[in-house]
């Protein structure tokens, strides 16, 4: 496995080691002890998310806050996303910034994404299989987020206006401006 920092503090790609032959390919999407000793960071996870969506969707930006505040190791396995991860971290040098990082089933990338971060992704293929590891449990209570187009961010989601595809509950998340600390 081999890491790339990317201009955010702890928020990683992950490429993995594939082993490729005339049957196809191999590759261990993740181990707790290479990716500990690598990172610094921890590995543990408790839960795991798959998600399926068609070209123009995006979804985000979400995260959990307090003690059910979430690290997420993402990746796709089929079609390819843009996935953007901002840093809403108080204190932060790099509060407010974003990464956009292209994942596709062909690249076999993974993003790590540390607490304290909003996280979201658009779909640019016709479909795609979105998978989310989680360091930590899934609490209703604890949702927040940021609207995907806050001006104040100002992200590229590579999908054209008339072609993007938002659910009501994420069109009501409040401005960047707005967030309450997570």
Not at 104 to 132: C, D
Request: glycine content about 8%; hydrophobic content about 35%; overall charge negative.
């Amino acid at each position: 496995m081999e890491i790339e920092q990317t201009g955010l503090k702890d928020c990683l790609i992950i490429k993995p080691r594939v082993f490729e032959d005339a049957r196809g390919y191999f590759f261990e999407s993740f181990n707790q002890n290479t990716f500990e000793e690598k990172t610094g960071l921890s590995g543990r996870f408790v839960q795991d998310n798959q998600s399926y969506s068609s070209y123009g969707v995006i979804r985000g930006l979400h995260a959990q806050t307090g003690e059910f505040a979430q690290a997420k190791l993402v990746r796709v396995t089929k079609g390819e996303v843009l996935d953007v991860a901002v840093d809403v971290r108080p204190g932060s040098p790099t509060y407010g910034k974003h990464v956009a990082v292209r994942l596709s089933a062909e690249n076999k990338l993974q993003l790590y994404i540390p607490r304290g971060f909003v996280h979201g992704f658009s779909v640019l293929s016709e479909t795609a299989e979105f998978l989310y590891k989680c360091d930590n449990f899934f609490n209703k209570a604890s949702e927040t987020g940021v609207i995907y187009n806050d001006s104040v961010l100002n992200i590229d989601w590579l999908i054209p206006e008339e072609h993007q595809a938002v659910s009501d509950k994420d069109l009501l998340l409040k401005p960047f401006a707005e967030l309450q600390h997570i």
